[in-house]
């Protein structure tokens, strides 16, 4: 019954490669997001979706892609990874309740480390 | 500039005593929302609770509460009876942005450590 869910949950990859990330949420929930988390643990929103539909794209590199194929699962796609891409990437869903998103639920994670 | 600010970047507590984490925040939007999440060693974060611009009363939950002063723009979070199990990093967050375009906003957190 897992509620926000994220995989891999680790990721080792060479520099330039490409790697994917997926998340899917159960909770019926229409708006999903992408945050990173750094070396010292400081979290930074990427990307949020509402029922597919891009909404916050946090001038992030265009080698970072988001894809949303159902409101359920919001995939994050990196191109020609660096060394600085090595961080936690966290998924997370919240309902949307006339017009504001509401609490933000947490996937577990995904520990990526570029070599 | 920061717009959450936390303080303490570590904390020691005794097993069973009350501590409350601090958290300013700087914000002009009148509708605002400000949370907690607990991120243990796992790594997963956990939203712990949450206290809207416009309630009248503080939120709780269980034996956490949430100290919201709105004049002086803090949100501390109030954990009492710490247990072993509070060892953790915790996160203040803002939920900002224009409505339907909305995100959280973090602080640097605070490494809650509970000695027994």
Same mark, same amino acid.
């Given at each position: !019954?897992?509620a926000?869910?994220?995989?891999?949950?680790?990721?080792?990859?060479q520099?330039?490669? /490409?790697?994917?990330?997926?998340?899917? +949420? $159960?909770?019926?929930?229409?708006?999903?997001?992408?945050?990173? +988390? !750094?070396?010292?643990?400081?979290?930074?929103?990427?990307f949020?979706?509402n029922?597919?539909?891009?909404?916050?794209?946090?001038?992030?590199?265009?080698?970072f *892609?988001?894809?949303?194929?159902?409101?359920?699962?919001? $995939?994050?796609?990196? $191109? *020609?990874?660096?060394?600085?891409?090595? =961080?936690?990437?966290?998924?997370? *869903?919240?309902?949307?309740?006339?017009?504001?998103?509401?609490? +933000?639920?947490?996937?577990?994670?995904?520990?990526?480390?570029?070599? | 500039?920061?717009?959450?600010t936390?303080?303490?970047?570590?904390?020691?507590?005794?097993?069973?005593? =009350?501590v409350?984490? !601090?958290?300013?925040?700087?914000?002009? /939007?009148?509708?605002?929302?400000?949370?907690?999440?607990?991120?243990?060693?796992?790594?997963?974060?956990?939203?712990?609770?949450?206290?809207?611009s416009?309630?009248?009363?503080?939120?709780?939950? @269980?034996?956490? *509460?949430? $100290?919201?002063?709105?004049?002086?723009?803090?949100?501390?979070?109030?954990?009492?009876?710490s247990?072993? @199990?509070?060892? =953790?990093?915790?996160?203040?967050?803002?939920?900002?942005?224009?409505?339907? =375009?909305?995100?959280?906003?973090?602080?640097?957190?605070?490494?809650?450590t509970?000695?027994?």
């Amino acid at each position: !019954d897992t509620a926000v869910s994220q995989t891999p949950k680790y990721l080792v990859t060479q520099m330039g490669n /490409d790697k994917s990330i997926k998340c899917e +949420q $159960n909770l019926g929930h229409d708006t999903m997001y992408w945050y990173k +988390q !750094d070396s010292k643990k400081f979290l930074k929103i990427m990307f949020s979706y509402n029922n597919k539909e891009l909404i916050i794209n946090e001038t992030v590199p265009n080698r970072f *892609s988001p894809k949303s194929p159902d409101k359920a699962h919001l $995939n994050l796609h990196i $191109n *020609s990874l660096e060394l600085g891409d090595s =961080a936690v990437y966290f998924c997370a *869903s919240s309902p949307y309740t006339g017009g504001f998103p509401d609490t +933000q639920y947490f996937g577990p994670g995904t520990r990526l480390t570029v070599l | 500039a920061q717009k959450i600010t936390q303080t303490q970047p570590g904390m020691f507590v005794q097993e069973k005593e =009350a501590v409350t984490l !601090d958290c300013t925040y700087d914000t002009s /939007d009148p509708s605002y929302g400000l949370f907690w999440y607990k991120q243990p060693s796992s790594g997963e974060m956990i939203f712990l609770i949450y206290q809207g611009s416009y309630d009248q009363q503080n939120a709780t939950e @269980g034996r956490y *509460s949430l $100290n919201f002063q709105k004049a002086r723009k803090s949100a501390n979070l109030v954990i009492s009876a710490s247990q072993l @199990g509070d060892s =953790a990093m915790y996160f203040c967050a803002m939920r900002e942005g224009q409505k339907g =375009a909305q995100k959280l906003v973090f602080g640097q957190g605070t490494r809650l450590t509970i000695n027994p």
